[in-house]
């Protein structure tokens, strides 16, 4: 297959993956659209794992090993009357393919497919995982950990690329992110005489004025990575009821991580905070805990998780990094290395395990989530051509 059809096949696959929804849980239709797509570009072995993921293999003469890396979730569309076109069309208007999904990251999911049948093509000594995960949106780094622990060798691992979208140039690390549950226990009362209850709420603002004014100013700052943020996202009270004062609630802040800290500082300075309130009867009782996640794949498999996912930083100095810019300077001139604002698998691949991972992927990182999410339909192109060029790199290094 010569480069222009292999390009033209990403942009055609980008397309019918972004027509199929695949919120997370729900991914099923186009795992199977993903699985025979591999299973036509050529590659020696395919299949979907207990969590719902699609793995395929290429093998080389040896085991060094090579994963690209992406998922097939993606975030709801949102309000619909805010998209210029249907979420799920995938028109190309423009040069631009529009579409939930496009940007994160089903674009790169099809470059990546697209790029097969070019490295596939000839014998090759390094052997070439494609890993299309579930449920990243919901808790990045679990499912990608079933598939290392199940069925890769880390250690033979030279390389991991995450197609999430870097405009083609060069992540090499992100925050980690982790969630935190404060819970507030207060006494139901009638709202016309508070004085016989104690309301949880009045306790929680209490708390939501320290973590936004005492503790987020006092929170630390990477060199690299930048600096840890707390925010406020969800407030919720029980019992629901209008003329009565809750007796619960609870408040969930995300807080993104920079290196060094570990979950017991992350915790700290809240707990008392807590006991503060409690020695002066503002609440009955409260705690504060890293959340955990139950994850129901569409397999029917559950996973638990701690809602907590480490920070990561690869040394633009690394040898191998020096190397795929050099040569993917002739497929992006101006290519640079950076650090991503999101969090992604590498939380698994690089902060848990400590291997080499970097992030490149068609498409702005700004635009993901967002309403008339899209990508430059050149930009998918080019992440054929960027792909083949890793793997050439990755297999010319190793020799």
Known sequence: MDIEKAMDNAVRYAQELIKTPSLSGREREVAYIVREYLENSGVDKVFIDELGSVVAVVKGSREDT????????????????????????????????YGRGSVDMKSAVASMIASVPLISRREINTTLYLVFVVHEETAEGVALKHVFEKYIDEDKVKLVVLGEATNLNIALGHRGRCLIEV????????????????????????????VVNTIKPKLPKHPK?????????????????????????RLILDRRVVLGESIDNILKPLVPLIEK?????KILNGYTRILTERLNCWTGY???CIDFFPPWLIDENNPLVLKLK??????????????????????????????????????????????????????????VKAYTRIFETVENTIR
């Open 183 to 210: 819970y507030l226990q207060g006494k139901t009362a009638h709202a016309s005489m508070p004085e016989y209850g104690v309301n949880p709420i009045e306790a929680l603002s209490t708390v939501v004025y320290e």
């Open 302 to 304: 559950v996973v638990e």
């Open 225 to 249: 990575l930048g600096k840890a943020t707390i925010t406020p996202t969800v407030i919720e009270c029980n019992p629901k009821s209008t003329p009565q004062i809750p007796d619960e609630c």
């Open 277 to 281: 309130l409690k020695a002066e009867g």
């Open 66 to 97: 090579l994963v690209f890396e992406g998922h097939i979730d993606h975030v709801p569309p949102g309000n619909i009357r805010l998209w210029r076109y249907n979420p799920y069309s995938a028109r190309i208007v423009d040069g631009k393919l």
């Open 326 to 383: 050099k040569s993917l300077s002739s497929i992006k001139q101006d290519i640079r290395t950076y650090i991503w604002r999101f969090s992604t698998d590498g939380v698994y691949t690089a902060g848990t395990r400590g291997i080499t991972t970097i992030g490149l992927g068609p498409g702005r990182e700004e635009l993901a989530h967002q309403p008339n999410e899209y990508v430059e339909v050149d930009s998918i192109k080019l992440a």
